[in-house]
């Protein structure tokens, strides 16, 4: 028996850190892949998957071009500008990428007829709040523009599927880390904002010390908490997601929060670092103790007991001791290169 060939997908922010992971897990599963990206923030362009589309979601003949000449089927939405503080100073740029970019790909969607997204959300949705593990019906209150942004996307998808037959689930990740170093695929945002990366970078001398801000939240050894999912486990959960949507098993609209509900100290990931360093003969590092900076809430843990009843997902890979040794080893084999600026 022949398999069936498998719909082909467009992959926007394909050459980002989820996006490169999850492109790469889709063409194994044999998907082909179409990359749409700027290579703003390109976290390694090295492990680019072809073909790949070099331009912006404001560019609708370039969207048209790459669904029409490729026959894409369905779409796995990435693209987004991601950092929370640069959001605050330069909400415009924002709102302008993240939610009229996404109205820019969900015409371009509309017009060939494709109903099928999987959509990038957040954990920053949900803005501060005390609850153990916050589960999707947890009140949306976005603290930045960057998760007011992603609120309003999921916003707008939820009025599209009840009127325009779009099927769509977004998927509110807490913090993505890890990497693939087989793939050469890692994460090395600019600038790096992420915590992992910082404490490894560190480690490796590439920078003095490593900053905690505050040392008196209500959490076991007074440092912030929080949910760290290894990028594969993240890219297992969209294909599964995209295949539920495929197959006609979701149908409208969810949103599904990816996480382990375990969730590590800040001193936790520092100790992990610091033991997989010195396992490989790197340098012990100074860490030293600032003040909280406004805003940053104790703990954010996920409750994703829903991802695991809808999607049968499983995360493989999110022990932090994993998660901190693939990272590692992707900055140890591919320590300088740069990512990509348009
Ligand atoms: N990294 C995390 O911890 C995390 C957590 C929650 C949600 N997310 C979401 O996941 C998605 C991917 O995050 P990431 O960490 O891989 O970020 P990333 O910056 O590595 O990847 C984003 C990619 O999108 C591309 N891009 C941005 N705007 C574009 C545009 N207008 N047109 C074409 N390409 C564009 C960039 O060039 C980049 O390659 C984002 O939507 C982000 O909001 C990330």
Not at 130 to 154: D, R
Not at 274 to 300: W, Y
Request: charged letters at 20%.
């Amino acid at each position: 028996m022949t398999t069936p060939s498998r719909p082909t997908i467009l992959v926007t922010g394909g050459a980002g850190f989820i996006g490169s992971h999850t492109a790469h897990q889709l063409r194994a599963r044999g998907y082909p892949v179409v990359v749409f990206d700027r290579l703003s923030n390109a976290s390694c362009p090295a492990g680019l998957v072809e073909p790949f589309v070099r331009a912006d979601l404001s560019d609708a003949n370039a969207l048209d071009a790459a669904i029409t000449d490729h026959q894409v089927q369905a779409v796995i939405h990435f693209a987004a500008s991601i950092e929370v503080g640069e959001s605050v100073r330069d909400p415009l740029s924002y709102y302008q990428n993240n939610v009229a970019g996404s109205l820019a790909l969900l015409a371009a969607m509309q017009r060939h007829g494709l109903c099928h997204l999987v959509f990038s959300s957040t954990a920053a949705v949900y803005g501060n709040t005390s609850v153990p593990l916050i589960p999707e019906n947890a009140p949306l209150a976005p603290t930045s523009p960057y998760g007011q942004s992603k609120a309003t996307v999921e916003r707008i998808l939820a009025d599209q599927t009840a009127a325009a037959g779009l099927n769509a689930t977004a998927l509110r990740y807490f913090n993505a880390a890890g990497a693939a170093p087989e793939w050469a695929l890692g994460e090395r945002h600019q600038p790096e904002t992420h915590l992992i990366p910082l404490v490894i970078q560190a480690a490796r001398g590439q920078r003095d010390h490593i900053a905690v801000f505050g040392q008196d939240y209500p959490t076991p050894d007074g440092t912030c908490i929080r949910d760290y999912i290894h990028v594969k486990d993240l890219a297992e959960a969209h294909i599964l997601a995209l295949e539920a949507l495929l197959e006609g098993r979701h149908d409208g609209y969810r949103a599904l929060n990816l996480g382990t509900g375990q969730g590590a100290s800040v001193r936790q990931v520092i100790d992990a670092v610091r033991s997989e360093a010195l396992h490989r003969g790197d340098r012990d590092f100074p860490v030293k103790d600032e003040a909280r900076r406004p805003g940053d809430p104790a703990r954010l843990v996920a409750d994703a007991s829903a991802a695991l009843v809808e999607l049968g997902w499983r995360p493989r890979y999110s022990d932090l001791a994993s998660i901190v040794s693939d990272a590692y080893r992707f900055f140890a084999e591919a320590p300088d290169k740069a990512p990509n600026k348009a």
